[in-house]
T-cell receptor, first 114, second 113 residues
Framework: DSGVTQTPKHLITATGQRVTLRCSPR?????VYWYQQSLDQGLQFLIQYYNGEERAKGNILERFSAQQFPDLHSELNLSSLELGDSALYFCASQGRDRTTGELFFGEGSRLTVL | GQNIDQPTEMTATEGAIVQINCTYQTSGFNGLFWYQQHAGEAPTFLSYNVLDGLEEKGRFSSFLSRSKGYSYLLLKELQMKDSASYLCAVRDDRGSTLGRLYFGRGTQLTVWP
């Protein structure tokens, strides 16, 4: 158990819909990352937050948005869903030990768009 | 930017030794990670190198050469449960991407009996 909690674990929805994925980082970790992993693809970086502020943006579509709240949990919003958005979405929190910066991953949210 | 390359697939037999290579190009290098990911599961941390040399942890070892932009993960006494994808990740500490990890596409290792 990494200490990072993601909900829901599985989600099935239709094209054009909107979903929200939720992540609670490990206790004490300030930094949250979101990654997308499609079938047979590597981890694609979407966005990073640090203590409530956006820190870095990757290849995140305009239809996607995210935020980190004062209690440090984060939400990833995916709208106008397309078939190609079907993927595993991972959240990771970064350890406060800045000598390594190890990432601790949640179990992921598997999104299926039909 | 970052460019991380690793082989797509490798196979080996139980009890053997396998070496998974990773090459990278990055401007703000501050460490290299190896993660293991079983299908449909979360990546889990295996090893971390920031200085040149070999880090050993049980059956797994990881090597880094910063001057060559090269690392490898060595797995000894392979077991069936080692069948997984192995992800090489580089930490980049430049400016606004402080501490961000960039991942390679992963090497799918299959261990045969």
């Amino acid at each position: 158990d990494s200490g990072v909690t993601q909900t829901p674990k599985h989600l099935i929805t239709a094209t054009g819909q909107r979903v929200t994925l939720r992540c609670s980082p490990r206790s004490g970790d300030l930094s949250v990352y979101w990654y997308q992993q499609s079938l047979d693809q590597g981890l694609q970086f979407l966005i990073q937050y640090y203590n409530g502020e956006e820190r870095a943006k990757g290849n995140i579509l305009e239809r996607f948005s995210a935020q980190q709240f004062p209690d440090l949990h984060s939400e990833l919003n995916l709208s106008s869903l397309e078939l190609g958005d079907s993927a595993l979405y991972f959240c990771a929190s970064q350890g406060r030990d800045r000598t390594t910066g190890e990432l601790f991953f949640g179990e992921g949210s598997r999104l299926t768009v039909l | 930017g970052q460019n991380i390359d690793q082989p797509t697939e490798m196979t080996a037999t139980e009890g053997a030794i396998v070496q998974i290579n990773c090459t990278y190009q990055t401007s703000g290098f501050n460490g290299l990670f190896w993660y293991q990911q079983h299908a449909g599961e979360a990546p889990t941390f295996l090893s971390y190198n920031v200085l040149d040399g070999l880090e050993e942890k049980g059956r797994f070892s990881s090597f880094l050469s910063r001057s060559k932009g090269y690392s490898y993960l060595l797995l000894k006494e392979l077991q069936m449960k080692d069948s997984a994808s192995y992800l090489c990740a580089v930490r980049d500490d430049r400016g606004s991407t402080l501490g961000r990890l960039y991942f390679g596409r992963g090497t799918q290792l299959t261990v045969w009996p």
